[in-house]
């Protein structure tokens, strides 16, 4: 860290670049235990002086802001300390120290409050360096963001698998089977550790990175610009393996937005007036129907078939020497095309054609083609948007058309009726949590106080998820199968460990303990690569259990090829037990820390399944409930008012405004239903953006004045 400060006296820059890998993909709390406080403020904190003491020889960075500015950022951060004043009293009080569940302690509220804070300092250290350099501010931001979209999708294919069978001999599809595995039940979470309960902190980390990206997209020119169309297409693959509907309808919503401010006016000559969009897209629609019905005839190369008319008609309308080719040759290609569309539906091995279904499909492909060419005579793009279209438009159909045509989704939107009741019967019991008096009402119940009003409220429910405490006597945990207390160690396959621990229990229990490869969530259907053993507690004050578990597979690939390893133990009665300590041998030598569970060091929880006492799944909902209706109102003022900041911004052609309302509008699309702000990752990065973009030009004069050195005069 000391080498990264004196980075920022020579490059103050630097945290641009850096800060969204940091919160999106770099997070050591599963190996360190430290959830509340951890090396994230640490790389902030040293961030926000270094680039304080860097620029400090600009004496003042003032500006004069409008009295409505002023008036909206003020009662939004009165709103967060009144909130959190009103529920804990005095800071004084607070115990930092959290002991067991840390969502049920007093510094979870401190913790919730991470993200305004940072958001605010982080702003101001944005206002010094765009003062410096908004040009290089601005592109700082932007490369930051595409490098923290390619980081996150190693982590992701990383965690698929993708990985090990690329580097597997064998055929390419196996290779590429787990990469295009798009009918897994499992849901990515990438390096994040407040997945360990579910939520939608990844979700709401891609959604931003999109945002960013797709800005710098229409920000740079030449070369740079495929920098960002790569990392957009990895993104977007981030993102549909998330296998979350909210954030696939988000998307959707974003760049309807995006596109909408986008694309420069004159660029488009047939989108001259809103019947002309509107038949635009019909068109898009149409397209995509077609190819989904392509693709579920004639497999992937059929999809290619249909790609190649799209992209003959594309290029066509972008490049003025294809259309200038002699149109028999151009219809050669399209029947070329043809021909391989048909081709790849009689020869597939997964679809049984008869002569109905061979005359149905080549009409499609006739009709498609006949409407790229017709398209392509009127609609006259430029060369960028046709090469973004041709890159990140066709990459993205192919991984949704895939995606939609999996028995997995088809699974997954039968089940949205029955989702949302799931929401609203959980919604429902949220707000009865709530204390019915009237500075409830105004201030709310405070930030992070949701899991421990829950808890109160529903006592039953909370104990089928689990719990645990901590104290001099070590720890204590509840009944709740779900729950597993872990810790991330080096595990060696096939070897025998000798496991000790001191326990009592008033009740016979029984405890599962074993180890496991596994990242932060299990599917349902996946149970992992574990080797685990149960044991019965009978009941005693006092008592030491010595057995060996064989570690069998697990730890035997290298970590390219396998999920982190961890050694892990649960309730598995409906009783409580204590454990003082616990013992991990190999050859005689402890392979685990702080074994006494003196703090909650190198320890963490995980819960598969059972998430909702965690999160309450709507953003409106869960500002009313943690900042009250004062809280509410002032933060939707605050978001609205830099939206249309940015909207005017991104009318102007400014690229960085465009990435604002595309983030604004794809975080509160997945607030619906989710709440990726209940991450202090996501809302830092979140509420920074919109604090940026609450600045009016129009309202806003910089005044820098310089340092002047006396022996000058």
């Known amino acids: 860290m000391a080498a990264y400060f004196c980075l920022l006296l020579v490059h103050p820059f630097a945290p641009l670049l850096i800060i969204p890998t940091i919160v999106t993909t770099f997070d050591l709390t599963p190996w360190l235990g430290w959830a509340l406080f951890n090396e994230l403020d640490l790389f902030l904190l040293?961030?926000?002086?270094?680039?304080?003491?860097?620029?400090?020889?600009?004496?003042s960075i003032r500006a004069k802001y409008s009295?409505?500015?002023?008036?909206?950022?003020?009662?939004?951060?009165?709103?967060?300390?009144?909130?959190?004043?009103?529920?804990?009293?005095?800071?004084?009080n607070l115990t930092l120290r959290p002991n067991g569940v840390f969502y049920f302690s007093e510094a979870y509220q401190l913790f919730q409050l991470k993200g305004p804070i940072y958001a605010l300092l982080l702003w101001i250290m944005w206002k010094r360096l765009n003062a410096v350099d908004s040009p290089k501010a601005v592109n700082s931001l932007f490369y930051g963001a595409m490098f923290a979209g390619l980081v996150l999708f190693g982590v992701i294919t990383w965690e698929r698998g993708v990985w090990q069978d690329l580097l597997s001999p064998g055929a390419y599809y196996y290779r590429l089977a787990s990469l295009l595995d798009f009918t897994s039940r499992y849901r990515v979470t990438g390096s994040l550790s407040a997945m360990h309960t579910g939520g939608e902190a990844i979700d709401g980390s891609i959604i931003l990175l999109i945002a960013l990206v797709t800005g710098g997209i229409f920000h740079f020119?030449?070369?740079?610009?495929?920098?960002?169309?790569?990392?957009?297409?990895?993104?977007?693959?981030?993102?549909?393996?998330?296998?979350?509907?909210?954030?696939?309808?988000?998307?959707?919503?974003?760049?309807?937005?995006?596109?909408?401010?986008g694309v420069k006016r004159g660029s488009l000559s047939a989108a001259s007036n809103r019947g002309k969009l509107l038949l635009g897209a019909f068109v898009v629609i149409g397209t995509m129907l077609c190819l989904l019905q392509i693709y579920r005839a004639s497999g992937?190369?059929?999809?290619?078939?249909?790609?190649?008319?799209?992209?003959?008609?594309?290029?066509?309308?972008?490049?003025?020497?294809?259309?200038?080719?002699?149109?028999?040759?151009?219809?050669?290609?399209?029947?070329?095309?043809?021909?391989?569309?048909?081709?790849?539906?009689?020869?597939?091995?997964?679809?049984?054609a008869g002569p109905k279904e061979i005359l149905i499909h080549f009409i499609i492909l006739v009709a498609l083609s006949s409407a790229s060419h017709t398209l392509s005579r009127f609609v006259k793009l430029s060369r960028t948007a046709i090469m973004s279209i041709l890159v990140i438009g066709l990459a993205g159909s192919f991984f949704m058309l895939t995606l939609f045509a999996s028995y997995r989704?088809?699974?997954?939107?039968?089940?949205?009726?029955?989702?949302?009741?799931?929401?609203?019967?959980?919604?429902?019991?949220?707000?009865?949590?709530?204390?019915?008096?009237?500075?409830?009402?105004?201030?709310?119940?405070?930030?992070?106080?949701?899991?421990?009003?829950?808890?109160?409220?529903?006592?039953?429910?909370?104990r089928k998820v689990g719990s645990f405490t901590l104290d001099k006597e070590g720890l204590t945990l509840g009944f709740g199968k779900d729950l597993k207390i872990a810790q991330r160690i080096k595990i060696l396959p096939h070897h025998n460990y000798e496991i000790v621990i001191n326990a009592s229990t008033k009740e016979p229990s029984q405890i599962a303990i074993g180890f496991c490869e596994r990242n932060f969530l299990f599917a349902s259907e996946s149970p992992g690569n574990c080797a685990h053993t149960y044991k019965d507690l009978p009941a005693s004050d006092k008592q030491q259990l010595r057995f060996s578990i064989n570690s069998e597979s697990v730890g035997k690939n290298s970590i390219i090829g396998r999920w982190p390893t961890i050694f892990y133990f649960s309730n598995q009665k409906q009783t409580t037990f204590n454990i003082e300590f616990i013992q991990v041998l190999l050859d005689g030598s402890d392979v685990i820390k702080n074994g006494n569970f003196k703090g909650n060091n190198y320890w963490y929880f995980y819960n598969d399944f059972k998430h909702l006492p965690w999160h309450m799944k709507n953003i409106p909902l869960a500002l009313f409930f943690e900042l009250g209706l004062f809280g509410l109102l002032s933060t939707l003022l605050l978001i609205f008012y830099s939206f249309s900041s940015a909207v005017k911004k991104a009318r102007e052609g400014s690229s960085v405004a465009l990435a604002g309302v595309m983030s604004i509008v794809g975080i509160l699309s997945v607030g619906m239903m989710g709440n990726p702000?209940?991450?202090?990752?996501?809302?830092?990065?979140?509420?920074?953006?919109?604090?940026?973009?609450?600045?009016?030009?129009?309202h806003i004069k910089y005044i820098i004045s310089h340092k002047t050195n006396s022996n000058n005069n």
């Not at 409505?68 to 939004?76: D, E, S």
């Not at 002699?326 to 081709?343: D, E, H, Q, S």
Request: with cysteine; charged share 15%.
């Open 46 to 59: 040293v961030s926000i002086a270094g680039v304080s003491l860097r620029t400090s020889s600009l004496s």
């Open 67 to 92: 009295r409505k500015f002023y008036l909206i950022i003020g009662t939004w951060c009165a709103a967060w300390l009144l909130a959190f004043i009103s529920a804990s009293g005095s800071v004084d």
């Open 221 to 261: 020119k030449e070369s740079a610009r495929w920098l960002f169309i790569v990392a957009a297409i990895a993104l977007l693959y981030c993102l549909i393996t998330t296998f979350t509907r909210t954030t696939y309808a988000a998307l959707i919503i974003m760049l309807l937005m995006g596109g909408a401010l």
């Open 300 to 352: 992937y190369l059929g999809l290619v078939a249909g790609y190649a008319i799209i992209g003959l008609g594309l290029l066509n309308s972008a490049f003025s020497p294809i259309r200038h080719i002699n149109r028999w040759i151009l219809a050669t290609f399209y029947c070329v095309a043809i021909a391989l569309g048909l081709y790849a539906q009689l020869s597939s091995k997964w679809v049984t």
């Open 409 to 462: 989704m088809t699974e997954r939107l039968t089940n949205v009726g029955s989702d949302f009741q799931t929401r609203f019967d959980h919604w429902s019991d949220v707000l009865d949590a709530r204390s019915g008096d009237w500075r409830t009402v105004l201030l709310g119940m405070g930030p992070g106080t949701y899991p421990l009003a829950y808890a109160t409220s529903y006592p039953e429910k909370v």
């Open 677 to 698: 702000l209940d991450s202090a990752r996501v809302s830092l990065l979140f509420y920074w953006i919109v604090l940026i973009f609450s600045e009016n030009d129009k």
